[in-house]
């Protein structure tokens, strides 16, 4: 049975209320034309996709506890009282406290082993999936607790984890680390607003209570089409017909963070005391919607796995082919444009002229008979 899925709306998001306008996929036609429904292109309203991240992390014996550890922090390095311990509740600190609900003032977090493997570098990759293709719709941010890293990657992948590519770095040094000279966001024209960047904003020492998130950029890319308040949305619906890649861009089905260099507080490696040096993420949010390829305006969890309610005659998880009998057409993915509408392109009948074989019908000479061109 299929299970409803709740999504959790973010109404601090105010990429919500522009997108109103493709929320709903039919309407009733007014009475002056007849009877019937009148269709446009729609999506799923936003969720925060992390109460559904499938999170796995590589390799597994990097996260902290088994064996016990003890690990101290980086602004007092004498002070090692802590412990993480996989066999107690109260000190494991196992990858599902990355996308858990906290109580409030009671923080969880995923934590790996120490440096005690120094000068080996420690690296971990988080691999975030969701099963289904998804649509970024506000910035991606993940909170670190006991200092950010010095490096790392942010990747994506559009096909469920068989190819990859990079979606943005992070060094406090960017040229030695990845041979990419610092960009912002702000530096990008509307032209290479998809460019990947290599970013010194969220990796330089500033203290591990002072800047915990290391943020991906997804407002401010927005921003370059629909302006600071995100009031012209329209603009950026039509970029994201006419623009090439920009759509793609938004889109993923998994994410990846490659974790490569831990927060040194602001110094060189003190190899005497590597205990200070590890990973410890407590939050990754997820703003996204499903994409259903403009065909439905809902999304549902069936046998744990994300699916489009399909309309306008598709089908598939990402609505992405007609419907059984529908392909008079090939199939067209929705449009944003006209505005404010947009275009459904749904999947019609398909419909054959035979010949007529009653000699007693009159004209037309020719009857349309519905033809099963069925879908697998
Ligand atoms: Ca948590």
């Not at 522009?18 to 999506?43: H, K, N």
């Not at 000479?365 to 697998?376: A, F, H, I, K, P």
């Amino acid at each position: 049975m299929a299970l409803l899925l709740f999504l959790v709306l973010l109404p601090s998001l105010s990429w919500t209320q522009p997108a109103a306008q493709f929320d709903v996929c039919r309407s009733l036609r007014g009475l002056e034309v007849g009877p019937g429904w009148e269709f446009s292109a729609c999506q799923p309203p936003p969720a925060n996709m992390k109460e559904l991240m499938q999170i796995r992390v590589d390799p597994p014996s990097i996260t902290c506890g088994n064996p016990p550890e003890r690990f101290c922090t980086l602004e007092n390095p004498y002070l090692c009282s802590d412990e993480c311990d996989a066999s107690s509740p109260d000190l494991s600190h196992p990858p599902q406290l990355m996308g858990d609900r906290e109580r409030a003032g009671h923080i969880t977090y995923w934590q790996t082993v120490t440096w005690s493997r120094y000068p080996e570098p420690l690296l971990a990759n988080i691999t975030l999936s969701w099963n289904k293709s998804l649509e970024v719709v506000d910035d991606i941010i993940v909170t670190f607790e006991h200092g950010r890293p010095t490096s790392m990657v942010l990747e994506k992948s559009m096909d469920k984890g068989v190819t990859w590519q990079p979606y943005q770095y992070y060094a406090d040094n960017c040229l030695e680390t990845f041979s990419m000279s610092p960009k912002q966001i702000s530096d990008l024209a509307p032209t290479n607003l998809t460019q990947v960047i290599c970013t010194e904003q969220y990796s330089r020492w500033v203290g591990a209570r002072e800047e915990k998130i290391v943020v991906f950029e997804v407002r401010a890319r927005f921003r370059v089409f629909a302006g600071l308040k995100l009031i012209n949305m329209d603009t950026l619906y039509t970029q994201m017909e006419t623009m090439k890649g920009l759509r793609d861009f938004f889109t993923f089905t998994n994410l990846r963070l490659r974790l490569l260099r831990p927060a040194l507080g602001g110094t060189y490696v003190q190899r005497h005391n590597p205990l200070k040096y590890f990973y410890a993420i407590s939050n990754i949010d997820v703003p996204a919607r499903c994409n259903c390829n403009l065909h439905a305006s809902q999304c549902l969890l069936r046998d744990a796995k994300l699916h489009c309610e399909c309309d306008h005659n598709t089908t598939g998880q990402d609505c992405q082919r007609c419907s059984r009998g529908f392909k008079s057409h090939s199939w067209r993915r929705g449009s944003y444009l006209p505005l404010p509408k947009g275009t459904a392109n749904s999947c019609t009948y398909l419909w054959l002229e035979v010949p007529s074989t009653s000699s007693h019908l009159p004209t037309p000479t020719s009857s349309r008979t519905l033809v099963g061109s069925w879908d697998t």
